[in-house]
Structure formats: C-alpha cells, structure tokens
C-alpha cells in the first residue's frame, strides 16, 4: 500500500521573477532571475543540485521542446533536464517530477523550474495547440478558453436554480478580491484595486462572463528547490521547514465529453484529485483545515465552482460563500488568491503552478509584510485546471509546516 | 430605486485581459421618462485565448434624480430605477441600437 | 410505376431585400430599381450549394430509409470543387450506403432536370430508389442585374417504383442548345450575360413552348390538359407570352418564387416542384419545365400515395423559417467579395489531412457514432474502448445514425473573442437524443434562441474554407429546432 508523498520532501528554496507584459526580457532572462533568488534562498550552490525539472506550455513559442535551451541559460553541470508538459499544470507537474525524485532517494536535492515567454506571438492571445488530437483539429468549434469556462456558468445556474444576475454578482466580487489582493504584491502583473461597479459594468466577452472575469497573458518564471526534510533540517537549523503533504493528478476520462452524467457545474478531475490529496495529507475537514489557497481562477467562474469541487464550499453554497467574504484576505475564512492570483499576479503558463507554491511557500514562512500575510498558516493549497472543463487535467498540491 | 456610480467619460478601465472605456454618458426620451443609458467601447487585448473590440451600451435605469450626491471616493452618485420589464428592456434595447449602429449588447442588470 | 417518392426543400434562413441592394448600388446602376422588389434568399456564411443541397436531401428521405437509396445525384452550376465528386460528400451525409451509383451533374440549370431524368432512368432499370439534390449559389457583381435575381437555395426528389411513388413519370421531352445566354469560365466567380430582350424572346419565350409541345406531341396531350405547371422564368412580361401561347390559365402555373427566393439556378425548377407537390391532389397532372442550355419537359401524374406522405410542407416550412439580413456589406464579406480584416488570429492555417479523414469520414461527413453492445451507451466520436466509466468494454461497438436524431443543448456560450467571419461564435455542448454528447457549434440563431435543454437538430454546413488551398471542409452543426424532434 502506497503511503504517499506527506512529509518526505522538503521545499529548501524558491524564486519568482516579476510577472507581465516582459518587453525587457528573454525566457532566458527571466529563468536567470527566478533562478538567483531560488539559489540564495536555497542557500547552496549550483553544483548541489543533481537533476533538474522544467514545465513549460506553449511550444511554437517560449524555449521550444526538450530541456536544451534552459541548460544553455544556467549552464547546470550536465545534469538530468526534463522538460513536462501538461497544459497549465506543468510547473506543478514539474514540482512533482523534483519531489519524486528526492522521495525515490534517487537524489538528494532536485530543482523544479517552470517558464512561459509568451508576449512575442504578435498578438494579444495564444497561439491554437492541438490537444485533443488532429481529428478534433478539424471538426471541433473554433472555441475560445473564455467560451467554453462560460459554459460553466449557464450550466451551474441551471442546475442550482441562481439566477445569472447573483452569478454575476459573486464573479464580481471574485475579481474585486483579486484585485484587492494583487494592488499589495510588488511582483504581481496588474496592480490596482478596481471598484465593484467598474467591474460589473464591464462588457461581456463570452456570455456571462465579462473583461474582469479573464485572466490575461503574462510571462514569468518560478522554481523551487526541494530536498529531504533531514538535509534540510542541516541547511537550515534556525528555519520553520516547509513539506509536502500531498501532490495529485487527475485527467478526464472521457466521461465529462461524451458520456450523459456530468453535469456541467463542476469540475470531475478537481474533485478526484482533492479527495485524493486530502487522503494523503491527512486532512478530514478542509473547510477548517487548509489555512490558505491559490486556485486556477483562469475565469472567475472556475473559481467558484472550485469552491466547490475543492470542499471548501456545500454544492450550490459557494455564490453565499464569496458574497459573505469567506475567501476574502481578513474574511475570517479560508482567503484565496492572496497573491491576487492568475487574475492579477498573471498566468506565464508552465510557471504558474510553481507561481502559487512560492506565495504559499512565503506565507507559511510569515515572509510577508503584516498587509498581506496569512495569521497563523499551517496548511496551503495549490491547484491548476488546464485544457476546458469537457476535457483537463487538475493538479493538486498542498504544502504544510513540517510539525 | 438604485444607484448609479458615474464612471468618468473617457477614462480607461484596465483589467489585466484589456480595458473599457466609456464614451459617451446619454438620456433616452421613453414614454415620457428619461433612460439613463452609457455607451462603452471595450478592448480586449491580451485575453488568455484571443483579442478583439467591441461596442456595448449599459442602461443603469430611469432616472430618478441626476448627479444628485457623491460617494465615499468622491465620485457622482445619480439615483435610477432599473428596467425589468422584458417589454421595454426590448424597445429601449431597439432604440439604443437604432441610435448606436454595431453595438449588439445592451445590458440591463 | 416509376415516379417521385417524395420531395424536399430547403431555403436559407437569411433573405435580403432588393431594396438593400439597390440603396447600396443605386447610385451606380439607377436602373437595377426595375428589380429592387421583394427579396432574395441568402445562404448564410457557413452554406454553399453543397451543403443547401444536403438540406434539401434530408428534408426529402425524412420517413425514408436512407440505407435503402441505390443511386444519389447531385445538381449544381457552383459545386464546391472541380475534382472531387461533391455527390459522394452528398451520400456521405445522407449516410446512404457506398455501393451506389453516383453522380454530379452540371454545366447548365437544366442539370437538375437532367439528374431527375438519370434517376427515373436508373430506377426504371435497376429498381430501387434514387435521390436527387441540387443546390445552387451564384453570384453576380456587386450591382448587377444577377444579384438582384439570383437567390440560394437546395432542393431535392426521391425517385422510386411501386406503391410509394406519389407522382407517376408518364414522359419528357428534351431541347439541348448551346445558348449563351448566360456564361461562367472555369475560372469566373460572376455570371456574364448577353442582353436581356434576347434572353426574354428567343430563350424563354421561344424553347419553353418548343419543349411543351414537342412532350404534348409524344404523349399525344395538349398543354391544358395540364392541372398544374412548374417552370421557371424570371421576367414577367415573358410568362405572360408563354402562357398565352400555350393556351394556360394563369392559376394553373406555379409562382416562380421570385419574390421570395429569387432564381436559385440548378435547383430551381425542383424547388418549384416541391411546392407544388405540397398541394397537388390525386389524379393531377403536372408538367415540369427547366430553362438553361435548353429545357427538359417532364410529365407526372399524382398517385393516391401522396396523402400518405407526412408532413407535407416540406417547401414551405422552410420559406417560413426568414431572418432579415439587414446588411448588404455582411452580404459581400460572407461571399468574399469584398477582402475583410480578421486579424493576425484568423491568418492562422488549419490543414485538411486527407488521409485521417477518410479513416474518419462515416464520423465527419456522417455524423455517425457508435453504441455499446455490452452497455448500450450511445457515443460519438466512435470509440474503440466505451466511454461508460462502468463499461469499457473493448471494440463491441455498433454503428449508428446520428445525424437525423437531433439533441438537447446541454451548455452554449456566445464567444466574441474566437476568429469568425461571423461573430459572436456561438458553440456549446450538445446531448444527442439516445446518449452520448459532443461540443458543436451552433449556426442559424442567435444567444436569444437558445437554453439549456432545448431540442436542436443538425445541419450539414461549411466548418471552414482554406483559401490557400482552395479547400472547402464540411461538418455538422447544432441549429434550434423549429419542432420537437424524437
């Protein structure tokens, strides 16, 4: 019987470059950013590090395919790169490449990097990757993301019986935080704290969802070191030491495109892999237990239906939980999107993962100034939704204070 | 009744996928009442999957009192009464579209 | 007895006022007012002659096994390509079987008059069933005479033997011509016409009654012997001498559809037909006459069988379902003719591989799924290992139709962002009635028509056209249904 991965990694170190539009900057120069500051943080040196994973998305731009191109950038001693792809799940897939491979005892320090340069495509979206095969390629809508995460919407409200006017209302208030939480972060993408009724009175982009609820295209880099807790222990005796609790996988089946019982408000692979991620950490009641969290809010409607699928929120309660502030920074809840999420921090794709492990990473380290600090973290949840909700892949991470 | 915050002519509202900016702030005659209506322009640029532009027109309600306060932040504050009706949401959205060509949306909430 | 079995039509949703056209035009062509009258019917920017023939086709085998037609036929003076025979895209569509006879037929607007005759002859000598479609859109210039009458449409005939023809083929007559009255290069997009006096006498006016005679002649008949009479023929003034030198009585000829359609070529004179044949009793004879290149004169006498054909009105719900389109430049960009920006998004290339859509092509052109003989679940695409999460059993599948099914909308959205020469994109996921959903999109409504749970049925149309290769590729979409669908 597996016994899982809780508490047999330990997070040494991490760096996040700024995140937005980086004119100034090649994928090189923002992986020789996140990479200092990991290093520093780590408090090692480059030749401790015995292999390394990379997570990015978008080949036709960025670095391309394979591992080359990053190790031609920081030039790691010809060890082990192995690049991940997995929609918008790669840094997290990148973190749990490093992490089984120190729990394996394979190595004793690994690096997980991720890195997205998306701002050279020469237009304001991403370019068209085929992900659900050629077939698909010729006869599938010319979808957009924000199209087919609408759905969501018209669905959910269908199913609870909310009119879209209280839908509309909660996804407002969805991005209102965000943008409240990401007007304090110095390196998040957008900064500014924008009013409710600037928000409402936003066009729709795809019906319901308006300007507000999108994330946008940034580009950025993060990474994280990761060793045992013992080795750990020895780098850094006078620390708290940040572990692993849980790191879950799951992808559709199927079920949700062609088969008749999803229904449309929630999201299958969100659900399968936190009932999986709260077995192995441990956590009964997450409601009460998970102390923080950074979710996929790619739309803000995939936020609260993530409510939902994460536990935090009874089915049909998440609309009444948002209005009441329960995610809020100082709600007295469970706050989410401290950093301000893909919303407001941005969303370099194969980063972001490894994005939301850094703010959870700092947090439980009580690393931030006193306006934007978690009391008392003790458990943080990270989660991705990559691909649209007929057909993805969710990861699921949650970190803790070693006790 | 509700309330109307005026939002000022011409000033951009960013989001991190593009911005709205609004254009023109107007008073529609209907059945012998005054429909406060706004006509926006709104960009949207860098959106996670595609770009684009369009044209939408937001009827905050009847007005009931014109600029008649100012909120906490300072800015206008004019009291409506909203247009529920599916009738006249129809014929106001007819009238607004006759005036405006190309702007499809017309937003009642 | 070999005859026509049953009749479909199919007119696009869109209609543009001449009136449009000439507020647009007029100040270059002051005279095209004399035209500026009623409407025309507009295939909409996801349609072609094609795929108004596909809907023709499937409003015409409704009620009908399609597995049970031997011979499809497909008329057109605007097929979608050169090479590749569009009457086997046709029976693909129509799920008809791949041991069948088939054929396109073109060059003239007597072509659907001529695959008509192929059809009687083909089951006049094989037994069995044939079906005819013929779809046409043409254009004219901007401002053109061409573009005030030429109007797009599909229509179709299901010819068969025995007790389920319900009008008798007694006879025909042709007149084969090199008249240039009308002509297209193999490379022009536009139709070029000589001058419109010589049209109206020497070709309307002069072979129609040739052709009349000549059938009337060979059956020994008399053109009043007629009860209804179908041609077509765009100037008034025309009809008027061609009844009178036949001797018909004005309420006996059929409306040519001029006002509510406009001329839609090859598929005109079928279209005709089908609305007369909605209101044709037992015993009636009708005389069907095409025009173009000469005429084909085809004699029918209606059979008891016609009351048994349910519905009826399968012209007219069609003409019924009208959306104005009230913009004559929408008009020029959906047909290409004149060059619109879709940004740097829609310069974006999607390649047609051939070979993995002929390893798909029941899927594609068919819509055709698949069911689970272990579970009985419906699925689609076809799947080799079922997609039940409590099933999946491995290649124990069944083919099935899905196509004339129809389906629920289960989610929808309305995407302003996705490139489209038609926006918003509306698409959503569809629940086929049976089992099983695909993501779809929507064509023909707007965000207005559409719910959760509501029926929707599915058309046949242009899924995108690769200008660089000159490539049209079709696929179904979800459109509302006008009824409750089973």
């Known amino acids: 019987m597996a016994e899982g991965i809780r508490d047999k990694v330990a997070i040494l170190g991490m760096g996040c470059t700024r995140f937005g539009e980086r004119w100034d900057a090649d994928p090189s120069d923002l992986l020789v950013e996140a990479f200092t500051e990991c290093l520093e943080d780590a408090g090692i040196e480059k030749k401790d590090i015995q292999a390394a994973w990379l997570g990015s998305h978008i080949d036709e731009i960025n670095i391309g395919k394979g591992g080359t191109y990053v190790n031609a ?50 237009y304001g979206g991403l370019p068209d990757s085929p992900a659900f095969g050629q077939l698909m390629v010729m006869i599938g809508p010319n979808a957009t993301a924000p199209g087919m995460f609408a759905q969501l919407a018209t669905a959910y409200s269908a199913k609870y019986n909310v009119p879209m006017e209280r839908i509309k209302e909660a996804l407002t208030h969805i991005s209102w935080k965000s943008h409240q939480n990401g007007a304090k972060n110095p390196r998040a993408h957008l900064r500014k704290a924008i009013p409710k009724e600037a928000i409402a009175g936003a066009p729709i982009v795809a019906y319901p969802l308006g300007l ?38 799951a992808v559709s089946s199927g079920e949700e495109a062609m088969y008749d019982t999803w229904d449309g408000a929630r999201i ?34 995939t936020e609260l239906v993530t409510m939902e699928d994460l536990g935090i929120s009874p089915d049909g309660g998440a609309v009444d939980d948002v209005l009441n502030g329960f995610f809020d920074l100082d709600g007295g809840g469970v706050p989410c999107q401290v950093d301000g999420g893909l919303k407001c921090f941005g969303h370099p794709i194969g980063a972001s993962g490894l994005r939301m492990l850094y703010e959870m990473y700092n947090q439980l380290l009580q690393r931030w100034p006193e306006d934007r600090l978690v009391k008392n973290a003790r458990l943080g949840l990270t989660h991705n939704l990559g691909g649209v909700p007929t057909n993805n892949v969710c990861s699921i991470a949650i970190v803790g204070l070693l006790e | 009744m509700a309330e109307y915050v005026h939002v000022p002519v011409g000033e951009e509202i960013r989001s991190i996928a593009g ?52 909120n906490a932040e300072g800015a206008w504050v004019s009291q409506v009464e909203r247009v529920t009706g599916e009738d006249e949401q129809r014929e106001i959205a007819e009238m607004l579209k006759w005036r405006h060509p190309h702007f499809h949306q017309v937003d009642f909430s | 007895m070999v005859g026509i079995s049953s009749y479909g039509g199919y007119v696009p949703r869109y209609r543009l006022n001449r009136f449009i056209v000439f507020g647009a035009m007029g100040w270059l062509a002051p005279a095209l007012l004399m035209n500026a009258q009623g409407e025309k019917a507009v295939a909409n920017y996801d349609e072609d002659a094609l795929t108004m023939a596909v809907s023709a086709g499937i409003n015409c085998l409704r009620g009908f096994d399609r597995q049970s037609v031997d011979a499809v036929y497909f008329a057109s003076t605007t097929a979608p390509f050169k090479e590749r025979q569009s009457a086997n895209i046709l029976a693909g569509a129509l799920c008809a079987r791949e041991d069948i006879r088939s054929a396109d037929f073109t060059g003239s607007l007597k072509s659907g008059t001529s695959a008509l005759l192929a059809a009687l002859e083909f089951v006049r000598a094989n037994g069995g069933r044939a079906v005819v479609c013929a779809g046409d859109m043409r254009l004219g210039k901007m401002g053109s005479v061409q573009e005030m009458y030429f109007g797009d449409a599909g229509s179709s005939m299901l010819v068969g033997e ?157 003409l019924a379902n009208r959306k104005e389109l009230d913009n004559y430049i929408k008009y020029l960009v959906w047909r290409d003719m004149a060059p619109a920006d879709t940004g740097l998004r ?115 149309r242009i899924k995108y056209y690769d200008p660089k290769r000159d490539t049209t590729f079709y696929y179904w979409k979800a459109v509302p249904a006008s009824e409750e669908v089973g």
């Open chain 1, 73 to 122: 950038v920081l030039h790691l001693p010809l060890i082990p790169v192995t690049r991940v792809e997995n929609f918008c799940a790669s840094g997290t897939e990148s973190f749990r490449g490093a992490c089984y491979g120190v729990a394996s005892g394979a190595y004793d320090i690994a690096l997980a990097m991720g890195v997205e340069k998306l701002k050279d495509t020469g």
């Open chain 2, 19 to 70: 911005y709205y900016r609004v254009l023109e702030e107007g008073v529609l005659e209907y059945r012998r009442r005054e429909v406060l209506y706004l006509v926006k322009m709104a960009v949207v640029e860098t959106s996670c999957c595609g770009e684009g532009g369009l044209g939408f027109i937001s009827v905050p309600g009847y007005l009931v009192s014109y600029r008649s306060g100012r």
């Open chain 1, 212 to 249: 507000f609820d999108c994330c946008g295209v940034s580009d950025g880099s993060a990474m994280a070191i990761v060793t045992t807790p013992e080795i750990a222990k020895k780098i850094k005796p006078n620390q708290d030491i940040v572990t692993v609790k849980a790191l879950q996988v």
């Open chain 3, 346 to 460: 829609g310069e974006e290339e999607k390649i047609i591989r051939w070979s993995l859509e002929w390893r798909n092509h029941q899927a594609i052109l068919g819509l055709q799924g698949c069911r689970c003989r272990a579970c009985g679940a419906q699925q689609y695409p076809p799947q080799r290992i079922c997609v039940n999460p409590d099933c999946g059993a491995v290649d124990q599948m069944d083919r099935v139709f899905l196509a004339d099914k129809g389906g629920k909308i289960f989610t929808f959205t309305s995407d302003l962002l996705a490139a489209s020469i038609n926006p918003p994109a509306i698409y959503g996921n569809v629940a086929f009635n049976g089992g099983g959903r695909t993501l779809m999109d929507f064509t023909d409504c707007t965000l207005e028509d559409l719910a959760v749970g509501k029926p929707v049925d599915f058309s046949f």
């Open chain 3, 162 to 318: 025995g007790d389920e023809v319900i009008a008798e083929f007694k006879g025909s007559y042709s007149l084969s011509l090199d008249f240039v009255d009308h002509l297209r290069g193999a490379f022009s997009k536009y139709d070029r016409q000589w001058e419109e006096r010589w049209i109206r006498d020497v070709g309307y006016g002069e072979f129609i009654p040739t052709a009349v005679k000549g059938l009337c002649e060979k059956l020994g008949m008399s053109p009043g012997d007629f009860d209804r009479v179908v041609y077509p023929c765009y100037y008034g003034g025309a009809r008027k001498g061609i009844n009178k030198q036949l001797g018909l009585e004005a309420e006996k000829v059929a409306d040519d559809l001029s006002a509510t359609v406009g001329d839609s070529g090859a598929a005109h004179a079928l279209l005709m037909l089908s609305r007369v044949l909605e209101e044709a009793k037992p015993g009636e004879r009708i005389l069907l006459v095409s025009y173009g290149s000469g005429c084909d004169a085809l004699c029918f006498q209606v059979t008891e069988a016609i009351e048994g054909l349910q519905p009826r009105d399968r012209f007219s719900r069609s």
């Open chain 1, 268 to 301: 299958l692979t969100t659900r399968a892999a936190a009932r999986r991620a709260y077995e192995e950490a441990g956590v009964k009641n997450p409601r009460e237990e998970i102390s923080m969290m950074e979710v996929h809010d790619c739309f803000s409607i």
